[in-house]
């Protein structure tokens, strides 16, 4: 018995005001609590996911809905299994709530299985620090209970990435089964990641893209594609598994009704479940049910998107990396602030779709990145996502008396600490907490003094600093705590 896995990928993105450049809005006075809608079109989003909820969320789950209550005392059930992002969800609850409670729904009949992400479906996990993956990962798993009252043990990661590090991470957080894409290894088996005990399954990238991207293509010799066909494809093809992946706006939004997408849908589970070799599964449930097969190891990181399949999607130009650089550098110093505006606003701009948006090579994975982009051309969204980003670096040297460079504590020359801080606040803290045997190294050389004069440009403090005289030990810490804390006193007022 062959277990068909079909799973949809459930995101939309949150999208910048398109004028938010050339209408001149840059560093202009917002009131406190309003970045967001400074920055993010509100209506334009909204607008659009009613939009996409009318003709593919609410129908396509109205029909799911439907056919596994229809099989639900069948020997063979019909089950389905959903990957939706933290991002989706938030925007269920302000632009839709009865797309929210369809999900519910479904999910309470037993038969459709979440799979947990990164709540901004961001490019966490290719970060060099990997916190904000982590943290990520939990803001999703909490908000996944609080909707849903499940704990999935599957993740897949934002767009099928994937790599040997990124299964270690997944499965430290105590997942069993992760998603890649199928070109790794035969996509009809399960594997074992190398030096993990978790379960990779891997999408049949050929068979999916037959029903999301080929199923109205009149060109194609296959067209017009029906369950019947389709299903007999499924029911030929040797393995344990067949995992179908695509996103859920394949149903209404990128194949239009009128292509008869929905009517497909609704006959598929029939024409699969009368295949005598052929059965519905849950992503964990195939794990559970099937031997992996081998270990494979995976280093350089892949995904489903474009042809390609790697990162050159969103990391593929210098427009790319640039605004990559620039968002990622900003982590450090809005987190060291502790304002939550900001750091929400920073999260938002993580969304890997942002970057999607200023691809710029040419042929047909052109086109449906120009189809998906809200922007005229990539140079576009670039200028916008960078006069953001910008306005954001400034509000953070707004609220934190930011440095030029951040300070990097050591224990010596070759032992750098994971300790760095890029404030008067940030140093405070870490002067609190930093192994003391790092903090007497640079007083020694004068570290702390010349990082306030040429990066704080505070002459006065610095002075301060160099002569807190021959202490060491607590009394140490304590004194240059007693010396930064009036500079900070003033900086706060």
Same mark, same amino acid.
């Given at each position: ?94 632009? !839709? ?352 003094? !010349? ?43």
């Amino acid at each position: 018995m062959t277990d068909i896995s079909l799973c949809f990928e459930v995101h939309q993105p949150i999208r910048l005001k398109k004028e938010f450049f050339w209408e001149s809005s840059s560093l202009k006075r917002v009131p406190p609590g309003s970045l967001m809608d400074f920055y993010f079109d509100d209506l334009e989003n909204g607008r659009i996911f009613n939009r996409v909820s009318s003709k593919c969320y609410l129908p396509a789950n109205r029909i799911i809905l439907d056919e596994i209550k229809r099989f639900e005392n069948a020997e063979k059930p019909f089950k389905v299994a959903y990957s939706i992002s933290g991002i989706f969800l938030d925007q269920c609850r302000r632009y !839709n709530p009865d797309v929210l409670d369809s999900f519910a729904r479904l999910i309470d009949t037993g038969k459709a299985e979440v799979m947990e992400q990164t709540y901004y479906h961001s490019l966490a996990s290719l970060y060099e620090d990997k916190q904000e993956f982590y943290e990520q990962v939990k803001m999703h798993r909490e908000l996944i209970w609080d909707t849903f009252a499940v704990r999935p043990t599957t993740f897949e990661n934002t767009e099928l990435l994937y790599n040997d590090q990124i299964a270690r991470m997944v499965e430290s957080l105590g997942y069993r089964t992760i998603f890649a894409e199928g070109v790794v290894a035969d996509p009809n088996y399960v594997y074992r990641p190398s030096g993990t005990d978790l379960s990779l399954l891997l999408r049949n990238y050929r068979l999916t893209d037959d029903m999301g991207f080929r199923f109205s293509a009149k060109w194609w010799e296959e067209y017009p594609l029906t369950a019947d066909k389709y299903s007999n494809w499924l029911s030929a093809t040797p393995g344990q598994c067949i995992n179908l992946f695509c996103d859920y706006e394949t149903f209404g939004e990128h194949q239009w009704p009128e292509t008869g997408i929905f009517e497909f849908l609704k006959a598929l589970p029939e024409r699969i479940l009368e295949k005598h070799n052929l059965s519905f599964a849950m992503p964990s449930e195939v794990a559970a049910r099937n031997k992996q097969v081998k270990e494979i190891s995976i280093q350089k990181t892949v995904s489903w998107a474009d042809m390609e399949r790697d990162t050159s999607c969103w990391l593929g130009n210098a427009l790319q990396w640039a605004c990559y650089t620039y968002e990622r550098r900003l982590e450090a110093p809005i987190k060291e602030s502790q304002d939550q505006e900001l750091l929400s606003v920073w999260r938002m701009l993580g969304l890997s779709d942002h970057l999607y948006y200023m691809f710029t090579w040419g042929g047909a994975a052109g086109e449906v990145h120009s189809y998906f982009s809200p922007y005229t051309n990539a140079y576009d969204a670039a200028v916008t996502f960078f006069a953001v980003l910008s306005d954001l670096h400034f509000r953070v040297k707004e609220k934190l008396r930011l440095a030029d460079e951040p300070f990097k504590f050591s224990l010596g020359i070759e032992q750098p600490t994971s300790d760095e801080v890029w404030s008067l606040e940030g140093m405070h803290r870490a002067l609190a907490k930093v192994d003391i045997k790092s903090i007497e190294y640079h007083v020694k050389n004068s570290d702390l003094a !010349n990082w306030a004069r040429t990066s704080l440009g505070d002459e006065l403090l610095a002075e301060k600093l160099a002569n807190v005289g021959d202490l060491q030990g607590e009394k140490l810490r304590r004194k240059l705590l007693d010396v930064v804390e009036p500079s900070l006193e003033e900086q706060r007022r």
